[in-house]
């Protein structure tokens, strides 16, 4: 045991949900939080932040549950990293639970199994995301999650997402928070990094499931990607060099090559979307094998990411 916190009288967990147009899936996102069995001594309070949807988020609780809830708006989409941020300095709870919108708790005891780890010493706990169902992109995303556990297990602390964790308040203040001047990715990696070079101590706990409930398709996935090669993967660059240059997205950023990606960027260019969209189409007919889909979309994602690096190197 690593240094346990024992005290939990009148403990506080306090959890942010930044919403963007996702008002489908809230409402069963709130559900999963209601129904969760605290450690005594802990209750929570739910911070929800509307990130200037097009349509104001409407949220409905329980009557015996609203006073657990607050709801604010932001004027304007301003990026999960200014929404985050925004709910988190809401509350006073010693802990903090960030939670995508679109997820749900996968049985009655995650939160609880989160809080044991924090008492028993750890500043930051992950849970694990899975996606019920059985076509490409439900199998595809679950073997994604496995891998991001794998690497974790193995020593990088950064390869976890924002989805479900909590985190020490305390800690979180000193490192800073989220970095507002990213919109489009790469702030989880940013704050994990900052909360590792504090030593923060860190745990995955796989049986802190959640369920993601959200629709993806690769016309959404590669949108963000190309995003981020554009302007979040800037700011990542100037912060964090050397660990940039170890992960995958370097070899599909135009910046660190001598010229052979430019080519590839602008040879691929014309055709890009237009095959997205047909990969799409081909992917929910289930007209090719999973082996096969998955190299088109790696590959698809890998040229949307690329021509946002090149976008941004003109």
């Known amino acids: 045991?690593?240094?346990?916190?024992?005290?939990?009288?009148?403990?506080?967990?306090?959890?942010?949900?930044?919403?963007?147009?996702?008002?489908?899936?809230?409402?069963?996102?709130?559900?999963?939080?209601?129904?969760?069995?605290?450690?005594?001594?802990?209750?929570f309070h739910i911070y929800v932040v509307d990130d200037g949807s097009d349509m104001p988020v409407k949220v409905d609780a329980p009557k015996d549950k609203a006073h657990m809830l607050s709801v604010t708006r932001l004027d304007e989409n301003s990026g999960c990293s200014v929404a985050r941020n925004k709910g988190a300095?809401?509350?006073?709870?010693?802990?903090?639970?960030?939670?995508?919108?679109?997820?749900s708790f996968a049985h009655e005891n995650v939160l609880a199994l989160l809080l044991e780890q924090y008492i028993a010493g750890f500043d930051v706990c992950f849970g694990q995301i899975n996606i019920v169902g059985a076509g490409?992109?439900?199998?595809?995303?679950?073997?994604?999650?496995?891998?991001r556990c794998l690497r974790f297990r193995q020593g990088e602390e950064?390869?976890?997402?924002t989805a479900i964790f909590i985190v020490k308040r305390r800690l979180f203040e000193k490192v800073g928070e989220f970095d507002e001047a990213y919109h489009f990715g790469f702030e989880d990696r940013d704050?994990?990094?900052?909360?590792?070079?504090?030593?923060?101590?860190?745990?995955?706990?796989?049986?802190?499931?959640?369920?993601?409930?959200?629709e993806i398709s690769l016309t959404s996935v590669t949108k963000k990607l190309y995003k981020s090669g554009a302007?979040?993967?800037?700011?990542?660059?100037?912060?964090?060099?050397?660990?940039?240059?170890?992960?995958?997205?370097?070899?599909?950023?135009?910046?660190?090559s001598k010229g052979s990606l430019k080519l590839i960027a602008l040879l691929t260019k014309p055709f890009l979307w237009p095959m997205v969209r047909l990969i799409d189409v081909?992917?929910?007919?289930?007209?090719?094998?999973?082996?096969?889909?998955?190299?088109l979309v790696k590959c698809s994602s890998g040229l949307a990411y690329l021509q946002g690096t090149n976008v941004r190197e003109k």
């Open 1 to 43: 045991m690593i240094g346990s916190r024992i005290d939990t009288v009148d403990k506080t967990l306090d959890i942010v949900i930044p919403v963007y147009n996702d008002a489908p899936y809230i409402t069963e996102s709130l559900n999963s939080i209601f129904k969760q069995k605290l450690i005594n001594g802990w209750h």
């Open 89 to 103: 300095f809401a509350g006073e709870g010693e802990v903090i639970l960030f939670l995508d919108a679109d997820c």
């Open 136 to 147: 490409f992109w439900a199998t595809y995303q679950n073997n994604v999650s496995r891998e």
């Open 158 to 161: 950064s390869s976890m997402t």
């Open 191 to 214: 704050l994990f990094i900052a909360l590792s070079k504090r030593e923060a101590r860190t745990c995955l706990v796989e049986e802190a499931l959640v369920n993601h409930n959200d």
């Open 231 to 256: 302007t979040s993967s800037v700011r990542f660059i100037e912060k964090h060099p050397d660990e940039y240059k170890k992960m995958e997205y370097v070899k599909a950023d135009v910046r660190f």
């Open 282 to 295: 081909a992917l929910r007919k289930e007209w090719l094998s999973f082996s096969v889909a998955k190299k």
